[in-house]
Each structure stands twice: as C-alpha cells, then as structure tokens.
C-alpha cells in the first residue's frame, strides 16, 4: 500500500512561484515512477509531470515546459513540483500519483495511489 501526501499548495500573484511536496509512505516507494496531475475547475483531470524511480528521467506537458520542474528524493520519499512563472490557467487541484508498477507515464490509467490533492490558485 502507497500513501501520498501533498502539501505547499496556495495562493499566488501571477509570476510567481510555488513549491509543492508529496510525501510518499510504503515499501515499494522508491522503485515506483511518480507524476502530478492537475484538475481545473470544469476540466478534466490532466498530467503534469512525471518522474521515473531513480528521478533520472522527466516528462512535462507542453503547457508546463520551461515553467515547471519535477524532482524526487527517494531518501526522504518526497516527490517535488517546483512552478514557476504561474499563470492564472495554473489554477487547479494538484494531485501527486504514484504508478501500479514501474516507471512513469503520462497515463492516469497507470496511477493506482493518488493523494488528496492541494488547490493552487493564481490571481490576476
């Protein structure tokens, strides 16, 4: 069983930037690739960003590339999404995720742990 926790979540003026952590708890944590999706008011859930086990690999969506930057510290647990440069279309619950088995993707299909979620909100 994975256990995911996110926190750093807020408000923020547009331009500026935010750190969130997920907290992971299980055995399996560090073999296991890990992703952020967000969901905006009205939209579907959609990928983020995504780190596979060893965080020697990243993916982004195009809307967050340049912007954004995933990292993990598997000594700690903790999966990080540093967001800089936000936009008002940022705004959104930020969901951590981690896979059923292996490495990341960009499929929420392939996520069997999600976390609570932290609501991130960019005022104009």
């Known amino acids: 069983q994975v256990q995911l926790v996110e926190s750093g979540g807020g408000l923020v003026q547009v331009g500026g930037s935010l750190r969130l952590s997920c907290a992971a708890s299980?055995?399996?944590?560090?073999?296991?690739?890990m992703g952020w999706f967000r969901r905006a008011p009205g939209k579907d859930r959609e990928f983020v960003a995504g780190?596979?086990?060893?965080?020697?690999?990243?993916y982004l969506a195009d809307s967050v590339k340049g912007r954004f930057t995933i990292s993990r510290d598997n000594a700690k647990n903790t999966v990080y999404l540093q967001m800089n440069s936000l936009k008002p279309e940022d705004t959104a619950v930020y969901y951590c995720?981690?896979?059923?088995?292996?490495?990341?993707?960009?499929?929420?299909?392939?996520?069997?742990?999600w976390g609570q979620g932290t609501q991130v909100t960019v005022s104009s």
């Open positions: 299980g055995r399996t944590v560090s073999s296991r690739g």
């Open positions: 995720a981690a896979v059923r088995v292996g490495g990341s993707s960009r499929s929420e299909y392939a996520y069997a742990y």
């Open positions: 780190v596979s086990p060893s965080g020697g690999t990243t």
